[in-house]
């Protein structure tokens, strides 16, 4: 089965490092999504890519946060300098375009202290 | 804009018995609508899709969705729970930029 693969699972940070998230989307998918979980505003839609092309980023705090794919097999998302709101788990998802459904990564579990 | 809704945070049900999940939705034009559940540490695994064609939709481990134009609604349906089934639920629709849009999520607890 062909998974979208996060990376790290679990990140523990303290207030003001970097943090960068890292996801390989399925081969063949052109299309990238991150979310944000957390218990007081469920799934939050972060960034958006087609193509390795930013679609939508209105989502996502700009002061601080950037995301990027350098190419097609890797999509970044980093956080800098990190804040303890920042703790979340956050979800990267690939599909093709107009060809539902999205595909879910296990997610990186960030906590910033 | 497009917007789902699903109205219960929680959901309780005895093992073997029919569950239902709600949800509404809000959109402009046609809905292309979804399903996903949630298990603990985990990501979001897709259960089924209504695009177009039959309101009752089939999908993953026994889930059907009934489509219901008139009502809004997509709601998830089981006919026999399992003590398996527990999880977070969550609603989707994607809008006119293939963005999902999703729900708060419904957990699911089925008791033996």
């Known amino acids: 089965d062909a998974r979208v693969t996060q990376t790290p699972r679990h990140k523990v940070t303290e207030m003001g490092q970097e943090v960068t998230m890292r996801c390989q989307p399925i081969?063949?998918?052109?299309?990238v999504f991150w979310y944000r979980q957390t218990m007081m505003q469920g799934l939050e839609l972060l960034a958006y890519?087609?193509?390795?092309?930013?679609?939508?980023d209105s989502g996502m705090p700009k002061d601080r946060f950037s995301a990027e794919m350098p190419d097609a097999t890797l999509a970044t998302l980093k956080i800098q300098p990190s804040e303890p709101r920042d703790s979340a788990v956050y979800f990267c998802?690939?599909?093709?375009?107009?060809?539902?459904?999205?595909?879910f990564g296990n997610g990186t579990r960030l906590t910033v202290t | 804009a497009q917007s789902v809704a699903q109205p219960e945070d929680q959901v309780n049900v005895a093992e073997g018995n029919p569950l239902t999940v709600k949800c509404t939705y809000s959109?402009?034009?046609?809905?292309?609508l979804f399903w996903y559940v949630q298990y603990p540490n985990r990501g979001l695994q897709f259960l089924l899709k209504y695009i177009t064609g039959d309101n009752l939709v089939k999908g993953s481990y026994g889930f059907e969705a009934e489509f219901n134009k008139s009502q809004t609604s997509f709601h998830l349906k089981k006919p026999s729970a399992l003590v398996s089934d527990s999880a977070l639920y969550f609603c989707a629709v994607r809008d006119n930029t293939d963005k999902l849009i999703f729900g708060t999520g419904t957990r699911l607890q089925v008791f033996p």
């Open positions: 998802a690939s599909g093709r375009d107009r060809a539902p459904p999205l595909h």
């Open positions: 959109v402009s034009g046609n809905p292309y």
């Open positions: 081969l063949g998918h052109n299309t």
């Open positions: 890519f087609r193509n390795r092309a930013p679609l939508d």
